[in-house]
């Protein structure tokens, strides 16, 4: 046994040396260990890449549009003070925040832009949102006081202090006509979501002024915003809780085809850029069949001289592997290595008002890395496997009569 791996460790480190008499073969190895090796670190980035965008943009998205919200599923019914104390009470470990809205026109000057407005309780507020807390920070507001995005102070030219009037759909008799209800607010924070969208529409202001102004019955909600550690479970206990007129939706709901969007585009990725690394395999598959048909000869006397078919087999099989192999280690260094250097230094920069974010978003997720790594070593399996098999079937008497 010894003899055995003995013969093939000495075949696999002679056939690695460069043969000056076929220097193609020793080119085509080199390049195939390139390929692979360019080919990983390339699929390592880009997944990183991928799957931090999609981190990122989550992240944005959870907070802007919390994790869960219950609603009524008809006017008739309404969430109210007792369905919030109710809910309070069952599931302590979560945080609720009741809320209005309605859709608002905002003027100042003779500049008119639309928007969403929310009434809350920013001591509940405060606690679920990340973005609207750090923008009122220890600030008391008063009743008809608004908190806006940034979007909408650069459009207006608002800051602290400043007054914007709101139109509302509610209408007023005024002498022959009617005339929507208009009410001004003092600016007392500037949000900023990194999501523009948002940061453009959306306003805060307290649920009292907003109840005045809708004529809301005293104690009545338009829906209850809840922050949530794992929605998915908690959804289907508090829908099991609540009566069947309210509904529960999750943050993953309200942007489902956003996010299939990019696990399709992310897919799409990891297969294109496996196929960089299978192409590169085909490398190591020439190699290795062109070494055998040069070696042919010399494999068919180890055959006459009492070597088995298995240690040829595992001979070529090693050193495919040790080519590919290599490919794959140096190719994963080189990965995690251009990872840090593009996480620890601004070398690529991103719009923010674009991207939510001006760094690079990188997050390699162990189940990314180990589908990878897994695909990269089949692919070089397979390769080495298919000119180990051909090795074994050189024909013995007629190799050596002719050569």
Same mark, same amino acid.
Not at 34 to 48: F, N, P, R, T
Not at 97 to 114: A, F, R
Not at 310 to 316: D, P
Not at 366 to 386: P, Q
């Given at each position: ?26 080119? =085509? ?8 090796? #360019?080919?990983?670190?390339? *699929?390592?980035?880009?997944?990183? #890449? ?32 007792? %369905? ?10 979560? @945080? ?37 807390? !750090? &923008? +009122? ?10 908190? %806006?995005?940034?979007?909408? &102070? ?7 202090? =400043? ?6 759909? $509610? ?16 600016? !007392?924070? +500037? ?21 005045? #102004? ?33 509904? +529960? ?28 690394? *299978? ?29 088995? @078919? ?43 008002? +674009?991207?939510?974010?001006? !760094? ?37 008497? $007629? ?5």
């Amino acid at each position: 046994m010894k003899n055995k791996t003995t013969l093939s460790n000495y075949l696999v480190k002679k056939y690695l040396r460069f043969d000056k008499s076929q220097p193609f073969i020793t080119i =085509s190895a080199l390049l195939a260990f390139i390929g692979v090796a #360019i080919g990983l670190m390339v *699929l390592i980035v880009a997944m990183a #890449i991928m799957n931090g965008t999609e981190k990122e943009f989550e992240k944005k998205l959870f907070t802007m549009n919390y994790p869960l919200t219950i609603y009524p599923k008809t006017k008739e019914n309404r969430v109210d003070y007792f %369905v919030l104390t109710a809910l309070k009470k069952k599931f302590s470990d979560l @945080k609720f925040s009741p809320y209005i809205s309605t859709q608002v026109i905002m003027k100042k000057g003779d500049k008119l832009e639309g928007g969403m407005l929310f009434g809350v309780d920013f001591s509940h507020e405060r606690a679920i949102n990340d973005v609207v807390a !750090k &923008a +009122v920070g220890d600030k008391k507001l008063n009743k008809f006081d608004i908190v %806006v995005g940034k979007g909408i &102070a650069n459009s207006f030219l608002l800051n602290n202090g =400043s007054k914007i009037t709101l139109l509302f759909t $509610q209408t007023a008799p005024g002498g022959m006509s009617l005339i929507p209800t208009m009410k001004r607010f003092r600016v !007392k924070g +500037v949000f900023e979501s990194g999501l523009h969208a948002y940061d453009k529409v959306y306003n805060y202001t307290s649920i009292d002024a907003l109840r005045s #102004i809708l004529n809301y019955p005293k104690y009545a909600y338009e829906g209850i915003h809840i922050y949530s550690k794992d929605p998915f479970k908690d959804k289907e206990k508090i829908e099991k809780f609540l009566p069947p007129h309210f509904g +529960v939706v999750g943050w993953w709901q309200l942007n489902g085809n956003f996010f299939s969007a990019m696990a399709m585009e992310k897919k799409a990725l990891f297969i294109v850029l496996m196929l960089i690394i *299978l192409v590169a395999s085909l490398n190591i598959i020439s190699s290795l069949l062109m070494t055998v048909m040069n070696r042919r000869h010399e494999i068919a006397l180890l055959l006459s001289l009492g070597a088995s @078919k298995k240690e040829i087999k595992k001979t070529f099989f090693t050193l495919g592997i040790t080519i590919g192999g290599s490919g794959i280690f140096f190719g994963t260094l080189l990965g995690l290595l251009g990872l840090f250097i593009l996480g620890h230094f601004d070398i690529i920069t991103l719009p923010a008002d +674009v991207y939510g974010t001006s !760094k690079l978003p990188l997050d390699l997720s162990w189940i990314d890395f180990a589908s990878i790594i897994t695909g990269a070593i089949g692919i070089v399996l397979f390769s080495s496997y298919y000119p180990a098999k051909k090795a074994t079937e050189v024909d013995i008497l $007629q190799t050596l009569r002719h050569e």
